[in-house]
């Protein structure tokens, strides 16, 4: 049971195949013929373009107020970096043969609005960074924002999905400020369809989901609006993958699938510390434990740490939440997740000065990779800005090389979060390839795991900055070895090496969870 919103009456909730409404309570659906996208950013881009090329009588506008971003979706160097994305964005946004473009970016927010039968709100929601909440709750004033000048500019009904994650009951926060802000006898629908996209995989996951989730009140109109956006997504995906459940019990549900996640990520990762500790072999454990059923061999990969821009902030919104229900050993138990995570970071820059004889004072160390994970140039978390400024703050200097993040955006992370700018300036530069990166380095430390740096994948390759195929360059090891200064250490925070033959070439490899200190 649940009780709809403002009435305090208990409503049973039905949870259904799209396919099972009961028509007693379900309103014929109508189809949807524009569809506005508020928020040009790495949910909303992708999604609306996989929607328009699976829907090409429907057209999609994807707005913003950035202009220079949705000048970008126009050209062929998009905002965001995703492998296939750009053949999807052109499929649908350019003349091709007879296709008549029906995917759009467009900085007429207000007229995108009134055009358009359902909203897709993908909006930013970071943690809020002051007042009440401040590093735990999300911050809604974007959220707040797109809802009010929907209201504000409405003339018909709509329908207003939630894509961004939101904290439960967000959707009464939206229907409020519709009811006061919108104009008399206008129906708006809200409806929470949250995202389950990993950045690097973005346009797979769009394309072969393993479900959409669809989340509305159990009354004739509700249904209907989760109908009418369930036969978008049948273009595409089985009827079968789309499943439609209580309006709040959706909003949970992304918050608690990036929890039980990085759950996943931490507990391999506080083993790997044991294993260090032990001798033992943290991909051996995994891979032992991934073979049961019960269990199973993903997220089971030890690293330096989890980073993104979902992860954290999730986590932390649940501890959160769980605190304002007055349940104190719930929130601790979620913000232990996000310890351990931190611990990692710690343990291996410690582990690095023990290994460089207690003392990084003047050593050059290249980092390659800085995003928090490879395909993507998304820095959000990024486990490399602790390490970075931990490793500047021991005295070394620091040699960055990042096959898709860009200098400035190194920059910026680094400084933001450092108490010692001044330090930062000094010892901190960014390099364009892996090899100017290593030259006469004391160690090379693997904070991303691009396919670039591993020595798993044959062949030996041109690593040349940012030209040509960037993620399928391989670096050349021996190449390594003869730039670097003796000893040679290689600190593996992603385990992404082959140890053995990259010791016979004379390097010292320190992995995750392996060996002991």
């Known amino acids: 049971m649940h009780t709809q919103a403002g009435q305090g009456i208990p409503v049973p909730v039905t949870i259904t195949n799209s396919t099972n409404f009961d028509p007693q309570k379900t309103r014929t659906p109508q189809r949807m013929k524009k569809v506005c996208c508020i928020g040009a950013g790495y949910v909303g ?31 062929n160097e998009l905002p965001i970096y995703e492998p296939d994305l750009l053949d999807v964005v052109q499929h649908a946004r350019d003349p091709v043969a007879k296709r008549i473009p029906n995917l759009f970016f467009s900085t007429d927010v207000e007229g995108a609005i009134a055009e358009a039968d359902i909203i897709l709100l993908s909006v930013n929601t970071p943690t809020k960074s002051m007042g009440h909440g401040a590093g735990q709750a999300s911050e809604l004033c974007h959220l707040e924002s797109a809802v009010r000048r929907i209201g504000e500019v409405a003339t018909s009904d709509k329908i207003i999905v939630e894509k961004s994650t939101v904290p439960c009951k967000a959707a009464e926060t939206v229907r409020d400020i519709l009811n006061a802000t919108a104009k008399p006898g206008l129906n708006f629908e809200i409806l929470s369809n949250p995202e389950f996209l990993a950045e690097g995989t973005a346009v797979r996951n769009l394309l072969h989901p393993d479900r959409i989730l669809i989340g509305s009140l159990n009354t004739p109109r509700g249904l209907a609006a989760a109908r009418s956006l369930a036969d978008l997504y049948a273009s595409w995906v089985d009827r079968s993958r789309i499943i439609t459940i209580n309006l709040y019990s959706s909003e949970l549900a992304k918050l608690a699938a990036n929890a039980l996640l990085a759950q996943r990520i931490s507990s391999v990762n506080a083993l790997s510390a044991m294993c260090e500790s032990l001798g033992a072999d943290i991909d051996e454990v995994s891979h032992c434990v991934g073979l049961d059923q019960r269990i199973g061999p993903k997220m089971l990969k030890a690293s330096v740490g989890f980073g993104g821009s979902c992860f954290r902030k ?66 959000r978390e990024t486990s490399a800005i602790t390490v970075v400024n931990n490793l500047i703050n021991e005295g070394a200097n620091v040699r960055v090389y990042d096959p898709l993040v860009e200098e400035d955006r190194v920059w ?68 390594v070895a003869g730039l670097m200064q003796k000893p040679m250490y290689v600190f593996d925070g992603r385990n992404v090496l082959d140890a053995a033959p990259l010791e016979k070439m004379g390097f010292r490899v320190e992995s995750i969870g392996k060996g002991v200190v």
Not at 45 to 50: E, I, L
Not at 335 to 352: D, M
């Open 45 to 75: 881009g992708p999604t609306s373009a996989v929607m328009a090329t699976k829907n090409p009588d429907v057209s999609v506008t994807v707005v913003d107020y950035n202009k220079d971003r949705i000048e970008a979706w126009k050209t």
């Open 412 to 479: 910026e992370e680094v400084l933001a979060s450092s108490d010692r700018r001044e330090t930062v300036k000094q010892r901190l530069s960014v390099w364009p390839s892996a090899y100017e990166a290593c030259a006469d380095a004391d160690a090379v430390i693997i904070l991303t795991e691009w396919d670039e740096f591993s020595n798993k994948i044959s062949g030996p390759g041109d690593a040349r900055g940012r030209g040509g195929d960037r993620t399928k360059r391989v670096l050349d090891w021996s190449r």
């Open 314 to 379: 999730d986590i932390l919104s649940l501890a959160y939440i769980a605190e304002s229900l007055h349940l104190p050993q719930v929130a601790d138990y979620w913000r232990s997740i996000v310890g351990i995570n931190e611990y990692q970071k710690e343990r291996f820059t410690r582990r690095i000065v023990k290994c460089l004889y207690s003392s990084l004072s003047s050593k050059r160390l290249a980092v390659l990779g800085f995003a928090y994970k490879k395909d993507t140039g998304d820095t």
